[in-house]
């Protein structure tokens, strides 16, 4: 090893002690006979050879570190003297430094001191070797949390109390109760450590602790990631791998990234600034170097994910890394406060502006698919459209994320091509209750939705379908506003606007689906009307009772409440005057029994018949066996 007890903070670079093995001593004068000897001469005197007792038996003649007895370990009271009899050579070097430089007292002193660091370097590495499960991240971190830093204040010369801290137990005053063995022993650990680096540095030795503290936590930094399942991949890697194993990687990141910063990297830093208090500098550093590699890694993968290829189901993996990643970012800015690390910062930062341009994108590609859909095939029975499932759905899912979509959308304003259609749904911009970018956002995208709902409700042939396909897919969108956050995005005046629409398409309906069945009885059904015109209002209410309701027979009203709203509805229209009409001419026209079966349904019946309605074909609620005109054969006279 070479001699470095004599480094630039005692002598100048021309020095010839800087290599004695080199450079042979040459005196000039006399050695001081110990009559001469000053007080200050014999107090250095008396440091070199009580270290040089102290340091000789613990020298070890091994090549490495294998094999070795840890002085702190087999008598910590002896580790303290050994520390100080370090520092008392350092003092001697310096004094005979200005005394006599030349004095064979300063070889003598710098052979120690070189003996002393290769000891202590040894003791260094086999402490953080021996602890590893003390001194891993999650107990540092933990520990840290639960024990006031005072506990592991620097040691110092005048710090006897709190190595006996850290050679035999916690004090109660300190920590109480809730520091266990484990973490004892862990403190210990650290506060050893501390003490060794402390006595490096200040030695000028502080390269040789630095080199040997970076290479065994650097390893258990990486080992850690790899535990994790981190890996470095290039976007190039990336861009070639199918979607379902991206997706399978995010998974294993995400499960990663917080245990990583606020575990792996929290508890590398509190160690780091524990072992090396002394020079702020050199815990930056070596900080730096142990976390550098393995935080680059987990904070550009989400970066190489936003610049994938993007698609509107790929939308909430990545708002899933974007949160993870502003979950984090107060621990972030905090453990890599450092001007050497603001590359991991700026990795971070540049992994959410990447990933919110991703999400921002999607969002545009979604409101396209929504308006290029050009399914021409109107949906059967009138039922829910599979467009209006998948957008409200999508949306729902989307309001879970709802405060990082605020940050995302906040500089993105709502910027419409065309005019809103106000007339028709009413403008999102206008409704007080919709003033944030992530509600006008989300009130578009519903009003894009309803806007193709309207087109394809024209495929239908039957206007009376039309109007019932555009009540349930509204109803549809109410019932999920309703029943989820959008309700809070949206608000209450939203949902009363579109609740009276439903009801609007569902007296269209009914105005169009039974308009014929009404007109076929008389305007006033108690007026008195000749027997002609009694039998021809029983024929064609007969036939257009039978020809509305087998057509209505096979469509759907999904929403029960609905349903249930349009019946009731339709019953108090027909029911009650076609009873009256009932009641006043059933009597007349039994005389005519024998040649036509004219009065088919009672009163009830109708009621029988229209409780079957929007179930679909064989669905459920079909008429009862009891019914006196179960069915439109029944031809018994009334």
Wanted: glycine share 4%.
């Amino acid at each position: 090893m070479p001699m470095k007890g004599m480094r630039s903070m005692f002598f100048k670079s021309t020095s010839p002690f800087n290599s004695p093995a080199r450079s042979p001593l040459r005196f000039n004068s006399p050695a001081l006979s110990p009559a001469r000897l000053t007080f200050s001469e014999t107090l250095v005197d008396e440091n070199i050879e009580n270290a040089q007792t102290l340091i000789n038996k613990w020298e070890s003649d091994a090549s490495s570190y294998a094999d070795h007895t840890s002085l702190f370990s087999m008598n910590r009271q002896e580790s303290r003297q050994y520390l100080d009899s370090v520092k008392n050579i350092q003092s001697a070097m310096k004094y005979i430094v200005t005394e006599n430089s030349n004095s064979e007292k300063l070889v003598r002193a710098q052979n120690l001191m070189q003996i002393g660091m290769k000891r202590l370097e040894k003791e260094f590495y086999y402490i953080l070797k021996n602890n590893r499960e003390y001194l891993d991240p999650e107990s540092v971190s933990t520990r840290s949390s639960l024990t006031p830093r005072s506990s592991l204040s620097e040691f110092d010369d005048d710090s006897e109390d709190e190595f006996k801290f850290a050679t035999n137990s916690v004090s109660e005053d300190v920590a109480g109760d809730s520091v266990s063995e484990f973490d004892q022993v862990s403190m210990a650990a650290a506060t050893d450590l501390k003490a060794i680096a402390n006595c490096m540095i200040s030695s000028g030795y502080g390269m040789e602790c630095v080199k040997i503290y970076k290479i065994v936590r650097k390893s258990i930094v990486d080992e850690a990631m790899y535990h994790l399942g981190v890996e470095i991949l290039t976007f190039s890697q990336l861009q070639k791998m199918d979607w379902e194993v991206v997706e399978i990687k995010i998974k294993t990141w995400l499960n990663a990234v917080k245990f990583a910063v606020k575990t792996i990297f929290t508890g590398e830093r509190i160690l780091c600034d524990q072992v090396f208090s002394a020079s702020p500098s050199v815990a930056e550093s070596v900080f730096m170097d142990i976390s550098r590699e393995g935080a680059m890694a987990l904070f550009v993968f989400p970066e190489h994910v936003a610049k994938c290829k993007k698609s509107p189901e790929k939308m909430f993996r990545t708002l899933d890394l974007y949160e993870a990643i502003a979950d984090v970012w107060p621990e972030i800015e905090s453990i890599f406060a450092f001007e050497s690390t603001s590359a991991i910062r700026s990795q971070a930062v540049n992994s959410l502006v990447k990933l919110g341009e991703a999400v921002r994108m999607m969002l545009t590609d979604f409101e396209a698919a929504i308006q290029k859909d050009n399914s021409r095939k109107p949906v059967p029975s009138g039922g829910v459209h599979p467009l209006t499932r998948y957008v409200m759905n999508y949306l729902t899912f989307l309001t879970d994320y709802s405060g990082i979509l605020t940050d995302i959308l906040a500089d993105w304003p709502l910027t419409v091509q065309s005019p809103l259609p106000e007339a028709y749904f009413g403008s999102p911009v206008a409704d007080d209750n919709i003033s944030s970018p992530i509600s006008m956002r989300l009130s578009w995208l519903v009003l894009v939705l309803l806007c193709k709902l309207d087109g394809k409700a024209e495929l239908y042939k039957d206007v009376a379908l039309s109007y019932l396909f555009l009540a349930n897919n509204l109803q549809y969108v109410v019932v999920k506003v309703r029943t989820s956050n959008l309700k809070f995005l949206l608000g209450d005046e939203w949902i009363g606007k579109h609740e009276a629409k439903v009801k609007q398409y569902g007296a269209n309906y009914e105005r169009m689906g039974w308009s014929k069945v009404l007109a076929s009885l008389p305007e006033n059904p108690t007026a008195d009307i000749s027997l002609p015109q009694v039998k021809d209002h029983f024929r064609r209410f007969n036939f257009a009772f039978e020809e509305t309701y087998k057509k209505q027979s096979s469509w759907v009203v999904p929403d029960s409440k609905l349903r249930d709203e349009i019946k009731v509805s339709v019953a108090k229209k027909l029911v009650p005057a076609y009873r009256e009409f009932y009641a006043k001419y059933r009597t007349v026209v039994r005389k005519e029994i024998g040649k036509e079966a004219l009065v088919r349904f009672a009163p009830d019946d109708l009621g029988n018949y229209l409780s079957d309605l929007f179930y679909g074909t064989g669905g459920p609620g079909s008429v009862s066996s009891n019914s006196s005109t179960s069915s439109f054969s029944s031809k018994g006279g009334h």
